[in-house]
C-alpha cells in the first residue's frame, strides 16, 4: 500500500509564505515525477509545479518566481515553498506523484495521491 500525506497548509495573510510538504510511504519501486495541484472552490483542479526524478521543474504561470517545489529523494519527500502569497492561491492543494511498485504479480506504475491540505491567504 502506497500513501502520501501532506503537511504544512493554513492560513496567511496576503504578501505571506507557507511551506507544504509531502511524504510517500509504503512498499514501492521507485518514484517518478512529483508534482502539487490545486483546487479552488468552484473550478477545476489544476497543476501548480512539477519536478522530475531528475529535478527538472515546471510551473503554472501564475506562480512562476513565487513558488519553489523541490523534492528529497532519500526521503521520499516532495516541498512546495509558497511565497507572496495571494488571496487567488487560496485552494485545497493535493500532492502527486507516478510511483512504480509491484502489485504481487507485476510491475505496475501509477498515479498517487494525497489527501489534500487547505490554503487560505486573506487580503
Known amino acids: 500500500q502506497v500513501q502520501l500525506v501532506e503537511s504544512g497548509g493554513g492560513l496567511v495573510q496576503a504578501g505571506g509564505s507557507l511551506r507544504l510538504a509531502c511524504v510517500v510511504s509504503?512498499?514501492?519501486?521507485?518514484?517518478?515525477?512529483m508534482a502539487w495541484y490545486r483546487q479552488a472552490p468552484g473550478k477545476q483542479r489544476e497543476l501548480v509545479a512539477g519536478i522530475s526524478s531528475g529535478g527538472s521543474t515546471n510551473y503554472v504561470d501564475s506562480v512562476k518566481g513565487r513558488f519553489t517545489i523541490s523534492r528529497d529523494n532519500a526521503k521520499n519527500t516532495v516541498r512546495l515553498q509558497m511565497d507572496s502569497l495571494k488571496p487567488e492561491d487560496t485552494a485545497v492543494y493535493y500532492c502527486n506523484a507516478e510511483i512504480r511498485r509491484s502489485d504481487g504479480i507485476s510491475i505496475i506504475t501509477g498515479d498517487y495521491w494525497g489527501q489534500g491540505t487547505q490554503v487560505t491567504v486573506s487580503s
Open positions: 509504503g512498499s514501492f519501486f521507485r518514484i517518478n515525477g
